[in-house]
């Protein structure tokens, strides 16, 4: 079936051109790979849609199975599972796509479930099973374990590994592995269709065997969808006046906070990612120490932080009403906050995929330029 000549893409493509939207070539090649039922990978810059091409293409496929009353059509069981591996970036996603299911006047719901996940929300999602999930690794876990799960997951039309480069290879990711091969068993086991899968990353270097290790409990190597788009990023380094001083070993970068305190005044909204929870915090301090004027307008994110707060921030972010937070990699992956102009990393990102995601998290558009500012802690990392 030709995606152009079918009603679910017509009706996708009306919603966009409203919000003066037009698909990527890469977003439109993999709704027809999951028109034809088929699974792989997405490889695109951060901040290009890649969410679009998977959430988008799962509601074409329910549109073309419903053509006459997919907006009446409620209580369809699950239709897309989406992993993550951030709990900060589920509310974010959730958002986005109440967004487009409210835009296209449709009565899915989509439900979250991680740890901040309240019990009295985790028995409506048993007793009313939300269209789309958007799921942790650990909760997907305890989600296998409970009694009665398989109703939940047998209708599963798309499975969707967001991030697939920061779970690969480590034990939460063979977690997902796992947690995969038993929805497409319990699936097969019962004579359904089985799920497509997707993995979606910005960074992934090997994506060959990136689609390999997703896809193995499917028997099959999959597609691979690359998009043609190159993210200008701009690096800066912000470096000591005298070099020869700065020590070999330690975390001196606080000595460096008066070069910074001018990128956050001239910039709209900016990210200071450090490292550790100890840092952030010292780093918060130091900063409201060395400019008082900030105090109200700058705050902090880490994992440790009760969820309200946590979730003030992030809403905060959202609407421009912040002019700087301190973060770890809690705010890492995928957040989509328009608003965030400049992104500083201080010390080393232990590696350069994670310092390029972390790039992508200012300037969130195709076409906007991502400006990130290294800060070495000392003269190695300078090196």
Known sequence: ??????????????????????????????????????????????????????????????????????????????????????????????????????????????????????????????????????????????????????????????????????????????????????????????????????????????????????????????VIVKAQMKKQVEVASILPDEIEKYPWAGHLGISLIEKIIPIIQQSKTTLIFINTRGMSERWYQELLNHAPELAGAIALHHGSIEQELRLWVEEALHTARLKAVVCTASLDLGVDFRPVETVIQVGSPKGVSRFLQRAGRSGHSPDAISKIYFLPTHSLELV
């Open 1 to 222: 079936m030709k995606l152009q000549e079918t009603k679910g893409y017509t009706i996708i493509q009306q919603w966009l051109a409203a919000q003066q939207l037009h698909p990527f070539e890469f977003q439109e090649t993999t709704w027809q790979h999951l028109l034809n039922g088929e699974s792989g990978l997405v490889n695109a810059p951060t901040g290009c849609g890649k969410t679009f091409s998977v959430f988008l293409g799962t509601i074409i496929r329910f549109i073309n199975q419903h053509p006459q009353d997919f907006k009446q059509k409620r209580h369809s069981g699950l239709q897309l599972l989406w992993i993550t591996p951030l709990r900060a970036l589920a509310k974010d996603i959730g958002r986005a796509m109440e967004e487009v299911i409210k835009g296209l006047e449709m009565q899915w719901q989509v439900g979250i479930r991680n740890g901040d996940t309240t019990s009295s929300e985790r028995a409506r999602q048993k007793k009313q099973t939300p269209e789309v999930l958007i799921i942790t690794p650990e909760s997907l876990h305890l989600l296998l374990a409970q009694k009665g799960y398989e109703t939940i997951l047998e209708t599963t039309q798309v499975i969707a590994a967001d991030e697939w480069h920061e779970l690969m290879g480590s034990k939460r990711g063979v977690q997902v592995e796992l947690a995969l091969s038993r929805i497409v068993n319990l699936q097969r086991s019962r004579s359904l269709p089985t799920c497509s899968i997707w993995g979606i990353s910005a960074t992934i270097g090997n994506l060959e065997t990136a689609a390999e290790v997703l896809l193995a409990t499917l028997g099959k190597t999959g």
